[in-house]
């Protein structure tokens, strides 16, 4: 199975200028994919990491998933030679001074452990800083293997791999973007690169894919969480930051780790509405401000609503938050639905949105079905 292209796609090839001096990133191709409306499933803080690279002589494999774009330091050089801030492995050759040339198959991978296994939908392979030593092409796979396997057992025969990018051409010094199709649960990826060279970051954008067993044993956890499978749909305003922080695991440990919106100068309020891991009966509500200090929101609502086509019930009243605080709610009783809203009041932020409760029947039975049609 292959990955289809959506249509125009933004497509980088070749080299980019030697770097001449100023703002390294004033000539780095970049694009706006519509794919990055999704959740990085390759984020360090839902838990992924680079478990294995087969080479990474020049720059380290786990500059991959850091979170900020790559740095660059004309002047920064070690013992080894120039220190890249990517992944970037030696330089290939060929088997004797005949035919000094690497083969066509001539390959360098790392394995990627997701931190939140789901449905692939658009992946960024960015070659930032890497201007004559970037890969000539790239690959990606992936695999679904449960529970958490070796790097050993991801690379034995048995292991199923499914090409969500196929070997395609690529450019220095530019985010080189590619829409995936492949409804499948994804759990780890091959990210492969022909023969040679160096990536800057790794950014995997797609739905996340709960076990259904794992909730089920939980019995009551946070329904609206990114790894549990709840999503951010729209916001009012995402000026400073964006909203899928506030459904991020763990507190917030600086501000921008959270969601804030510019400052209203009218008569309205901002809002961010998500979708629920599945149908779910919520019954306590966390709302926290951790870091948002002058600028949290004033006040707080919460409504929930049952089906997209359901009216919009609040079961939090509009409530005065204080700044850098986690406020916690128990509802009078639970409350059934599939959507949440939160509105503050008139502008601000909030770090943290936790919606704890349980699946209904319903809500687990639709949940199970798609993991298995999905291949988990």
């Given at each position: ?86 992944w ?7 088997a ?45 796979e ?7 396997p ?16 196929p ?54 956890f ?147 079905a ?6 988990g």
């Amino acid at each position: 199975m292959t990955a289809q292209h959506q249509s125009p796609l933004a497509r980088f090839t070749g080299d980019a200028n030697p770097y001449g001096g100023g703002d390294p990133y004033a000539d780095h191709r970049s694009a706006d994919f519509p794919f990055t409306q999704y959740a990085n499933l390759a984020d360090r803080q839902l838990g992924a990491g680079v478990i294995a690279a087969n080479d990474e002589f020049f720059a380290q494999r786990e500059n991959l998933l850091l979170p900020e774009r790559a740095e660059f330091d004309p002047e920064h050089f070690g013992h080894k030679g120039k220190i890249m801030d990517g992944w970037e492995t030696r330089r290939r050759r060929g088997a004797s001074a005949e035919h000094p040339w690497p083969t066509a198959d001539d390959h360098d991978w790392a394995l990627v452990r997701l931190g939140a296994p789901g449905v692939v939908r658009g992946i960024v392979i960015d070659t930032a800083h890497f201007r004559g030593n970037y890969p000539q092409a790239v690959s990606v796979e992936g695999a679904s293997v449960p529970g958490s396997p070796s790097p050993e057992e991801l690379l034995a025969d048995d292991v199923k791999w499914t090409t969500l990018v196929p070997r395609t051409a690529v450019g220095g010094h530019a985010a080189n973007g590619f829409a995936v199709d492949v409804e499948q649960r994804i759990t780890h990826l091959r990210v492969n690169q022909h023969p040679d060279g160096g990536i800057a970051r790794l950014r995997v954008y797609g739905e996340v894919v709960p076990d259904p067993q794992w909730l089920s044993v939980l019995g009551t956890f946070d329904v609206v969480a990114l790894e549990n499978g709840g999503q951010v749909e729209d916001a009012s305003n995402l000026f400073y930051s964006p909203a899928t922080n506030t459904i991020q695991p763990g507190r917030s440990r600086k501000m921008d780790d959270g969601w804030e919106t510019r400052r209203r100068r009218d008569q309205g309020h901002d809002w961010i509405r998500y979708q629920l891991v599945a149908r779910s009966e919520i019954r306590a509500v966390e709302i926290d401000t951790a870091y948002l200090k002058g600028n949290s929101a004033g006040w707080a609502s919460v409504s929930v609503r049952d089906g997209v086509d359901g009216e919009w019930v609040e079961v939090l009243p509009r409530t005065r938050l204080q700044p850098d605080t986690n406020h916690r709610f128990v509802l009078t009783g639970p409350s059934v639905g599939t959507h949440a809203r939160v509105d503050i009041f008139p502008d601000g932020g909030i770090s943290r949105l936790r919606l704890f409760g349980s699946l209904t029947e319903e809500g687990a039975a639709r949940l199970a079905a798609r993991h298995q049609e999905l291949g988990g």
